[in-house]
């Protein structure tokens, strides 16, 4: 058993809401939202970061950005939404299984992160 928990997501040991999947990619509710869309996107195959990827992981990324729209618009977000890929100690990833965060729902969200 893994002890990654997305991957036990994909394994289907841990349940979740899943709101799209392929053969590559899984696409499921947030647990804690922090807005009224929160989805995360994730490669099934584990991998560790952005900072971590390889050039062979090109393709599944490329398919978890032309998916974004079509689940953002499943699930709501109609008028448009938001991606975040949080990398690393600095960038505060938790989970460290590469995940890419839609967000929307709020009209409009707030800016952009301000220092
Ligand atoms: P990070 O900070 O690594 O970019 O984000 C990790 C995200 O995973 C957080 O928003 C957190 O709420 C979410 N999360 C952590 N554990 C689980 C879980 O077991 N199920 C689901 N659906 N989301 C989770
Ligand atoms: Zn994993």
Do not use: W
Request: proline share 6%.
């Amino acid at each position: 058993m893994s002890d990654c928990i997305f991957c036990r997501i994909v394994e289907g040991e841990i349940p979740a809401q899943k709101v799209f999947e392929d053969d590559e990619i899984l696409a499921f509710k947030d647990i804690h939202p922090i807005a009224p869309v929160h989805i995360l996107v994730i490669p099934k195959r584990h991998i560790e970061s952005l900072d971590a990827s390889v050039e062979s992981d090109a393709n599944v990324f490329g398919r978890m950005l032309v998916k974004a729209g079509p689940i953002a618009r499943e699930v709501g977000a109609h008028d448009g939404f938001r991606t975040i890929i949080n990398t690393g100690r600095i960038g505060r990833q938790e989970v460290y299984h590469l995940h890419m965060h839609i967000i929307g729902g709020g009209d409009p969200l707030p800016a952009m992160i301000k220092y």
